[in-house]
């Protein structure tokens, strides 16, 4: 006789309770004596990571590209989710009930009495007395008195006494912040409303709430004291960003190398199979020269990329846009100096028309343009990075936005590199980098508007998509005892 075969069965989800605590992975919930305990979504995937490996210490390296794997976010970020989860946890600081720290390495889940159960079983509440494994251990007392009743007053202290006495560190007061939207961000603005070291606890709810969802608006224009809390939304995330702002940075500039090397390589092959009597180290050479040139570009315009994602979250698109033309514009300007005294002084040239300010600024403007576009939705609370077929697509997106700023500037009869090199190599005979053979193949006799169009548009997109992909590579977190 046959079996029937009847619909797959689904997959139990597990549930973990512990002492008088579950948590639902599946739902998302961290109930205490069956009432639900709030807390940050990354935060709450962090409690669950460590609950899943609780057999083991988990290194800070993999909880973060685990949590935090479309951003990359200070090294501060990890300490304040556990600290705020022990919160949570109701775990006395002097003892790691639950989360204990493994120096210069990372977490582990502690507690010996987890139960795993099936989460659709029954309703996710502490059940009978003794369904602990540990039933010994001493309960968590539940919150009593003033600060039981207004649960508002012992954070904002926190915050508030940070700016007079320096008392709590800045992680400390970032925890109380978070807590304080998980709260209600509004309340906690009308209480601190023109009490003394309300600018800089504002500053630190502003930044508080890209982490937090559903956190409310936190305006610094129009507040009392909005001066002061911007410079101190500035400061804050100048310290915070610093080290990270300084290896995208680096990223980006060996990103734009690599891509220039890349294109050079690729015209240098090209001249050298075509008729054009080009020698075998034409290639080799044309590399560096893309190599040195998409370097310094991308050296300008992705060290102000990466600035000013670390400072500006709001109009974040407007503020790539300008701060990738500017940097653009002067980075093209100090290169057409540099080229051009080069040619005077050593080759006697006098070529003005090499690409200059104009150049960069279209080609920097459309690099944040085609970032900010690229990774519009992958912020939360860091600097975005993509990551593996996402970041293949964001390199690409920015390469394309670079192809229309280098189609731009060639209708509008600019110089790019490839241009810059062929009016270059107009004044020396016998020069192997002219691009009239390119040319022929593409149906015209000389390096004419169709070439020059062709050309200008593939060493935009090599651009772009290097620079980006420099720009998001993910550095490894620094590990801290």
């Given at each position: 006789?046959?079996?029937?075969?009847?619909?797959?069965?689904?997959?139990?989800?597990?549930?973990?309770?512990?002492?008088?605590?579950?948590?639902?992975?599946?739902?998302?919930?961290?109930?205490?004596?069956?009432?639900?305990?709030?807390?940050?979504?990354?935060?709450?995937?962090?409690?669950?990571?460590?609950?899943?490996?609780?057999?083991?210490?988990?290194?800070?390296?993999?909880?973060?590209?685990?949590?935090?794997?479309?951003?990359?976010?200070?090294?501060?970020?990890?300490?304040?989710?556990?600290?705020?989860?022990?919160?949570?946890?109701?775990?006395?600081?002097?003892?790691?009930?639950?989360?204990?720290?493994?120096?210069?390495?990372?977490?582990?889940?502690?507690?010996?009495?987890?139960?795993?159960e099936d989460d659709g079983a029954g309703p996710a509440t502490p059940g009978?007395?003794?369904?602990?494994?540990?039933?010994?251990?001493?309960?968590?007392?539940?919150?009593?008195?003033?600060?039981?009743?207004?649960?508002?007053?012992?954070?904002?202290?926190?915050?508030?006494?940070?700016?007079?006495?320096?008392?709590?560190?800045?992680?400390?007061?970032?925890?109380?912040?978070?807590?304080?939207?998980?709260?209600?961000?509004?309340?906690?603005?009308?209480?601190?409303?023109?009490?003394?070291?309300?600018?800089?606890?504002?500053?630190?709810?502003?930044?508080?709430?890209?982490?937090?969802?559903?956190?409310?608006?936190?305006?610094?224009?129009?507040?009392?004291?909005?001066?002061?809390?911007?410079?101190?939304?500035?400061?804050?995330?100048?310290?915070?960003?610093?080290?990270?702002?300084?290896?995208?940075?680096?990223?980006?500039?060996?990103?734009?190398?690599?891509?220039?090397?890349?294109?050079?390589?690729?015209?240098?092959?090209?001249?050298?199979?075509?008729?054009?009597?080009?020698?075998?180290?034409?290639?080799?050479?044309?590399?560096?020269?893309?190599?040195?040139?998409?370097?310094?570009?991308?050296?300008?315009?992705?060290?102000?990329?990466?600035?000013?994602?670390?400072?500006?979250?709001?109009?974040?698109?407007?503020?790539?846009?300008?701060?990738?033309?500017?940097?653009?514009?002067?980075?093209?300007?100090?290169?057409?100096?540099?080229?051009?005294?080069?040619?005077?002084?050593?080759?006697?040239?006098?070529?003005?028309?090499?690409?200059?300010?104009?150049?960069?600024?279209?080609?920097?403007?459309?690099?944040?343009?085609?970032?900010?576009?690229?990774?519009?939705?992958?912020?939360?609370?860091?600097?975005?990075?993509?990551?593996?077929?996402?970041?293949?697509?964001?390199?690409?997106?920015?390469?394309?936005?670079?192809?229309?700023?280098?189609?731009?500037?060639?209708?509008?009869?600019?110089?790019?590199?490839?241009?810059?090199?062929?009016?270059?190599?107009?004044?020396?005979?016998?020069?192997?980098?002219?691009?009239?053979?390119?040319?022929?193949?593409?149906?015209?006799?000389?390096?004419?508007?169709?070439?020059?169009?062709?050309?200008?548009?593939?060493?935009?997109?090599?651009?772009?998509?290097?620079?980006?992909?420099?720009?998001?590579?993910?550095?490894?977190?620094?590990?801290?005892?």
């Amino acid at each position: 006789m046959t079996a029937t075969t009847g619909p797959p069965t689904a997959v139990p989800r597990p549930r973990y309770r512990f002492g008088e605590f579950v948590v639902s992975p599946g739902r998302r919930l961290l109930l205490r004596g069956g009432s639900e305990v709030p807390v940050i979504p990354r935060y709450f995937d962090v409690l669950v990571l460590l609950i899943e490996r609780r057999h083991e210490a988990v290194h800070r390296t993999e909880i973060i590209d685990r949590v935090w794997t479309d951003v990359v976010v200070s090294d501060g970020a990890l300490s304040q989710a556990v600290r705020t989860l022990r919160r949570a946890l109701g775990e006395d600081p002097r003892a790691s009930r639950f989360i204990r720290t493994v120096a210069r390495y990372g977490y582990q889940f502690v507690y010996p009495g987890v139960v795993e159960e099936d989460d659709g079983a029954g309703p996710a509440t502490p059940g009978p007395a003794g369904i602990s494994a540990e039933p010994d251990s001493p309960a968590i007392a539940p919150e009593s008195g003033p600060a039981a009743a207004d649960p508002f007053e012992p954070l904002l202290k926190v915050l508030l006494e940070g700016s007079a006495t320096r008392d709590a560190t800045d992680e400390e007061r970032r925890d109380a912040a978070t807590q304080l939207h998980a709260l209600g961000t509004a309340e906690a603005l009308r209480r601190l409303d023109r009490r003394a070291g309300h600018e800089e606890a504002r500053a630190f709810l502003r930044e508080t709430r890209w982490d937090v969802a559903g956190a409310g608006k936190v305006p610094l224009l129009g507040s009392e004291g909005s001066l002061s809390s911007i410079l101190a939304v500035v400061r804050l995330r100048l310290r915070e960003a610093a080290r990270l702002v300084a290896s995208r940075w680096a990223g980006a500039t060996l990103g734009g190398a690599g891509a220039g090397a890349l294109a050079g390589l690729v015209g240098g092959l090209a001249l050298l199979l075509s008729e054009s009597g080009a020698t075998a180290s034409l290639p080799l050479a044309l590399a560096l020269v893309g190599a040195a040139a998409g370097g310094v570009g991308a050296c300008g315009v992705g060290a102000a990329l990466a600035a000013t994602e670390a400072l500006a979250r709001s109009a974040r698109t407007l503020a790539l846009l300008l701060a990738g033309a500017v940097a653009g514009a002067a980075t093209g300007a100090l290169a057409h100096a540099a080229v051009l005294a080069l040619l005077s002084a050593v080759f006697g040239l006098g070529l003005g028309d090499v690409g200059g300010w104009a150049e960069g600024l279209s080609i920097g403007m459309a690099s944040g343009a085609g970032y900010a576009i690229a990774t519009r939705g992958l912020r939360g609370g860091g600097l975005a990075t993509p990551r593996h077929a996402a970041r293949v697509r964001a390199a690409l997106l920015a390469g394309a936005c670079c192809a229309v700023g280098g189609l731009a500037v060639a209708l509008a009869g600019g110089r790019l590199v490839g241009a810059s090199l062929d009016l270059v190599a107009s004044g020396f005979d016998g020069s192997q980098v002219g691009l009239g053979p390119i040319a022929r193949w593409l149906g015209e006799q000389e390096f004419r508007p169709v070439t020059r169009a062709a050309v200008s548009a593939f060493e935009g997109l090599m651009f772009g998509a290097g620079l980006v992909a420099g720009l998001t590579h993910r550095p490894r977190p620094r590990i801290q005892p």
